[in-house]
């Protein structure tokens, strides 16, 4: 598992540079990501070639994660996990995960502006949790060969070091800064991969620089010293109570926030994914149900206006009383306008009464449960928007921590949207009640 202190260390920028350079070596590596991230996954499966799982004790539960790990494992040479914000950030966080699982920890830590305190944060990462599983620390932006000496002597062995194929004790290596391989961002994370179009050069050089470090010249031998034990597991046998259904999905830079599990257990249902474009003006296609998934449309407005034929269709199908689930970038454009972060106001495709203005800075984030009359649906809230409208609210999720804020789900006819990002494996029988005639 790749953890840091702290967000913006360089835990996607490791995890996917290991993926890369170890893909293009001919393993076979999956990557999982920590918490409900949409984003880091996008540059992970481009670097592994595979779908991206994400796993989290809270929305997850452990038998589900294991159960995804043991089938990763069962077609895999490796298997890598980005863990999320800090390694103790978060209840549950990602040092919760790799003690219940037993899964040794990388720590990657920004060390462009330290020498002798990398050391120091190094002993604080190891020995705060006991008990926690230790792979070792790789050194993030360093500057040059002899900050990298500074850094490593910075790095003290103690009674719980191991000598891994001649590596000082908890040393694996130092990923040097530049420019070649920086992953952009944008205000809810990383820009999603498919939007680059030097995103492959930007991975290779990534996985170039780790071929460098004692990390990156790891042979088999050297990774399996922090081989997990995974018992086999029962696959969960879904009613397929959508048999027959088709559901269609938006998908592209706007609508872009999808889990991999979420499309899985939909199928697992028996529905038949088809998927559209609004940003391209795709009418929606035949089908029985509309998911539109989060993303961005605060960046597209403009051809989301234009798209006269996809609104069109889609008030079409709400108007013949057929399903359609919107979460938070999805719903947005639902609404008579978006008020953009510069003030102007763009109006929208009016099939919900209210208004959407962007915010200066993040408005929620955090898990939620929904208590539907089907039980309850998990997922999650990370928003920088905020929504008025006359529409009184079918239900309120319920915050997971004490610092959260309750969400709105809204229903007018056969439509229902929320901020509220779902995670359908945590409750098929509510999920598939979602995409059926008589919705929640």
Known sequence: MVVAPASGQGKTTVTAALA???????????????????????????????????????????????ARLHDAAANSDLILIEGVMGLFDGEPCAADLAVKLGIPVLAVIDAGAMA????????????????????????????????????????RSDERGADLAGIDAGWLGGLRRSADFALPERHLGLTIASELRDAVARLDALADA??????GRLDAEGWQRWAVPFEASTPQRLAPRLQGRTVAVARDAAFCFTYQANLDTLRALGAELVFFSPLTDQPVPACNAVWLPGGYPELHTEAL???????????????AGQPVWAECGGMMPLF???????????????LLPGEVAMQPQLVALGPQSWNTPRGELRGHTFHFSLTTSPMAALAQTVPGSKFGRS??????GPVRASYFHAWF??????????????AI
């Open 20 to 66: 890369r350079l170890l893909t293009r070596s001919g393993q076979r590596v999956r990557v999982f990501k920590c918490g409900p991230d949409f984003l880091d996954p996008h540059w992970h499966q481009l670097a592994s070639g595979h779908p991206v799982h994400n796993l989290d004790l809270w929305l997850n539960g452990e038998g589900d994660i294991r």
């Open 116 to 155: 002798g305190t990398f050391g120091a944060l190094v002993h604080g990462l190891r020995n705060y949790r006991p008990g926690l599983p230790w792979a070792g620390v790789l050194a993030n932006r360093v500057v040059s060969e002899g900050h990298e000496t500074m850094l490593q002597a910075s790095v």
């Open 210 to 215: 780790m071929a460098a470090t004692s990390l």
């Open 305 to 319: 206006v234009r798209g006269t034929q996809c609104r069109a269709s889609l008030a079409a199908h709400i108007a």
């Open 336 to 350: 008579d306008g978006l008020t953009l972060a510069d003030g102007t106001r763009v109006p929208m495709w009016s």
């Open 407 to 412: 969400e709105a789900v809204y229903g007018q």
């Open 425 to 438: 494996p945590s409750n098929p029988e509510a999920t598939a009640q979602l995409f059926l005639s008589e």
